[in-house]
């Protein structure tokens, strides 16, 4: 099998994630069954996008990750008949993810702050460790984890849904319910803050 | 063109999303502006580093654990009952009498070792909330239904709700694998408040602990990508990062030292990292942050 181009590819514009199923059709009628309450057909969904919501909610909280993808298993179980098969079940999941995720922050009193808020504070303590030692014990991307951890919930969902997942805008828009120009905007603002936090690591 | 626009042009630039007169724009400011060319530089190489961020892997035993909750069953008694619901014929009806006699004998041969491991003293086997660990020194652990025994020298489960304490001046070291060790100092006490052992693996998958008092030092030799463990103070709650750190904590503070690697610290209102070489001292007011080779550099973070 060769493979087939279409339209202009970009260097740097088009990247590959392995972490969304691609056969929509088994989806949808995996869906249908979870609404008819058929546990194996769950058992099959769960197997399928465990580790693409389990990235997402690391992401956006690490220490509460695993109790995010439960409960987000968990309300798509219960609401599997709201599924209207208009958009893709990953969407769909996202969307249940997204919202499991924004009501967490907002209910555990425990919202995270504002990069800005504490940037002196962590430059402090990174002025002295060289970049290439950082690098070397892997910690380049523990520093980014922690800087998308103390971005506003948006700004955070955007730049994962986009940056670390591969979502189209239009997906984006679609799943956190914005326009398209939002999440761009977004995306944009989630991207300064984070290299000036990064920036002791990017010489 | 503002530099602030060449910035954003250039982040939507790596998304091909901008018309080729907007990157003839950016490209005549990047020629021109000697200002920026350092920031944009810079969003090239962030931009690189984003795109080698790893995907994560799935913990042991999520899954299992995701139908437990949903579904009220493990994926063994799922796949069973997959089984059973498939149109069977005359072979099922014909077996049934067979199956009610091995019923009968399995639940007879269950009882027997269920009786013959109860009587069994030095019999332990693991379950989801219990831990075999291994004992360096002595110490006292206390059920939740407060039965204490002494422990030293030797393996022994730890479950889910029991509290440590170490005998004596001496600490004790609590070796749950290879790559992870807890030493209770002396005056310390730890409750376990969660855990989770796969079976499968016979990896531990979550260990939560509360650092009630004293001082614990946790080891941790980073073998996957997310920690297991989790220690709560009544300031924050500390995850480490495959590191070395320790905790002393009371009921108005908590002091952090981390000595390799790094812990993440997550507290109300912010989270934070405190890298190896570096501390923090935390209270409910504020968070004093210093570098472990002196306090020249020492500098208070008030909330």
Request: proline share 4%.
């Amino acid at each position: 099998m060769f493979p087939i181009f279409l339209g202009v590819t970009i260097p740097g514009a088009v990247r590959s994630y392995h972490l969304e199923p691609v056969s929509n059709n088994l989806d949808v009628e995996l869906m249908t069954k979870v609404a008819n309450g058929d546990g194996e057909a769950f058992a099959e969904l769960v197997k399928r996008y465990t580790r693409m919501l389990y990235n997402v909610a690391y992401r956006y909280n690490a220490s509460a990750a695993e109790d995010l993808v439960q409960e987000t298993f968990l309300r798509a179980y219960q609401h599997a008949k709201t599924f209207s098969g208009r958009s893709k079940v990953s969407s769909w999941l996202y969307r249940v993810c997204v919202n499991v995720c924004l009501t967490y922050q907002s209910r555990s009193g425990n919202p995270t702050a504002d990069i800005d808020d504490v940037n002196e504070a962590e430059l402090l303590v990174r002025d002295d460790e060289r970049p290439d030692v950082m690098a070397q014990r892997g910690e380049t991307f523990r520093a980014l984890e922690d800087g998308l951890r103390a971005l506003p919930s948006q700004q955070r969902m955007v730049f994962i849904l986009r940056e670390l997942q591969g979502l189209s805008y239009g997906e984006i828009a679609d799943v956190l319910g914005m326009n398209e120009q939002a999440a761009r905007t977004n995306l944009c603002r989630a991207k300064r803050r984070l290299q000036v936090w990064l920036d002791p690591l990017l010489v | 063109m503002e530099c602030s626009e060449a910035l954003d042009l250039l982040y939507e630039s790596f998304d091909a999303q901008i018309t080729p007169a907007q990157q003839a724009l950016l490209n005549g400011h990047r020629r021109t502006c000697f200002a920026c060319a350092g920031t944009l530089a810079k969003a090239q190489r962030f931009q690189d580093l984003i795109h080698r961020v790893p995907q994560l892997s799935v913990p042991r035993g999520l899954e299992a654990r995701i139908l437990e909750r949903v579904l009220h069953k493990s994926p063994e008694r799922l796949a069973r009952q997959a089984t059973v619901l498939r149109p069977q014929f005359s072979w099922r009806d014909a077996l049934r009498p067979a199956y009610a006699l091995g019923g009968v004998m399995a639940a007879g041969l269950a009882v027997f070792f269920i009786a013959h491991n109860i009587l069994s003293a030095n019999f332990h086997r693991p379950s989801d909330e219990t831990i075999t660990a291994s004992i360096q020194g002595a110490l006292q652990a206390t059920a939740a239904n407060n039965q204490s025994r002494d422990v030293a020298e030797t393996d022994t489960p730890i479950s889910t709700g029991e509290v440590l304490r170490p005998e004596g001046a001496q600490a004790a070291i609590v070796a749950i694998t290879p790559h992870l060790a807890l030493t209770l100092q002396s005056g310390s006490e730890v409750q376990v408040s969660r855990l989770h052992y796969d079976q499968a693996s016979g990896a531990a998958d979550a260990i939560f602990l509360k650092l009630r008092r004293g001082t614990l030092r946790i080891n941790e030799i980073l073998h996957r990508d997310v920690s297991p463990v989790h220690v709560a103070t009544a300031q924050a709650t500390f995850v480490p990062t495959g590191t070395t750190f320790s905790l002393t904590a009371s009921q108005d503070a908590t002091d952090l030292t981390v000595t390799a690697g790094s812990v993440a610290v997550h507290m109300p209102g912010r989270t934070f990292s405190v890298v190896a070489g570096h501390g923090a001292f935390i209270t409910q007011d504020a968070v004093i942050r210093q570098t472990l080779a002196g306090n020249k550099h020492a500098k208070a973070h008030i909330k």
